[in-house]
């Protein structure tokens, strides 16, 4: 089984809907991280958490909320879906440890409409 | 520059190597990565190379860091199909939580 699992895999919307994309672990981390990857532009930190209701903006926030309840558990949120939201989302965890790897969901494609 | 850069392309033949550039923005940054993004599929960590240290080698990979240049390069000896992907590079700037990714370069290995 994956250790970082992402659902839906695969998401189509419309403008204005609220939308809530879910990640999950296995790894026993404690820091998670949502990032967006749009063509040429690489991935950009929306939020990250370092520990149960611990939450923390990214770059570029705006537009997001997240909620983490649980260590396992960190969730996305579009409050009002807008198509500059179509991208590429990756759910990422790491531990404490200096180097700080990151190990990353397999993404879920969203689409507004 | 306020972004980590790299080109966004590169094609390579098989069996050629692969080489592959980035400039990243700190040059207190701690930790530098090589990430690798198959179609479909998430980021995995290729390789890491401290600030410390100029290179290292791992089978196939070396990582060449220049931090006065603040230059990081990826080589891949005797490239294969199965190298074909996205490759990004990422810094953990100093006293930054998170890490900071640059566009990514798309490897395409020619047959």
């Known amino acids: 089984d994956a250790d970082v699992t992402q659902t839906p895999r695969n998401r189509i919307t419309k403008t204005g809907k609220r939308i809530m994309l879910e990640c999950s672990q296995t790894?026993?981390?404690?820091?998670m991280y949502w990032y967006r990857q749009d063509p040429g532009l690489g991935l950009r930190l929306i939020y990250y958490?370092?520990?149960?209701?611990?939450?923390n903006k990214g770059e570029i926030s705006d537009g997001y909320s997240v909620s983490r309840q649980a260590q396992a558990k960190f969730s996305l949120s579009l409050e009002s879906a807008i198509p500059n939201q179509t991208a590429l989302y990756f759910c990422?965890?790491?531990?404490?440890?200096?180097?700080?790897?990151?190990?990353f969901g397999p993404g879920t494609r969203l689409t507004v409409l | 520059g306020e972004d980590v850069e790299q080109s966004l392309f590169l094609s390579v033949r098989e069996g050629d190597s692969s080489v592959i550039n980035c400039t990243y923005t700190?040059?207190?940054?701690?930790?530098l990565y090589w990430y690798k993004q198959e179609p479909g599929a998430g980021l995995q960590l290729l390789t890491y190379?401290?600030?410390?240290?100029d290179m290292k080698q791992d089978q196939r990979l070396t990582v060449l860091l220049n931090k006065k240049d603040k230059h990081l390069s990826l080589r891949i000896a005797d490239t294969q199909t199965g190298d074909s992907a996205i490759y990004f590079c990422?810094?953990?700037?100093?006293?930054?939580?998170?890490?900071?990714f640059g566009t990514g370069t798309r490897l395409t290995v020619i047959p």
């Open positions: 990422a810094e953990r700037k100093t006293g930054a939580n998170n890490l900071f």
């Open positions: 190379i401290f600030s410390n240290m």
């Open positions: 790894k026993g981390h404690d820091r």
């Open positions: 990422a965890t790491s531990d404490q440890q200096g180097r700080n790897e990151q190990f």
């Open positions: 700190d040059s207190s940054s701690t930790y």
């Open positions: 958490s370092f520990d149960v209701k611990d939450i």
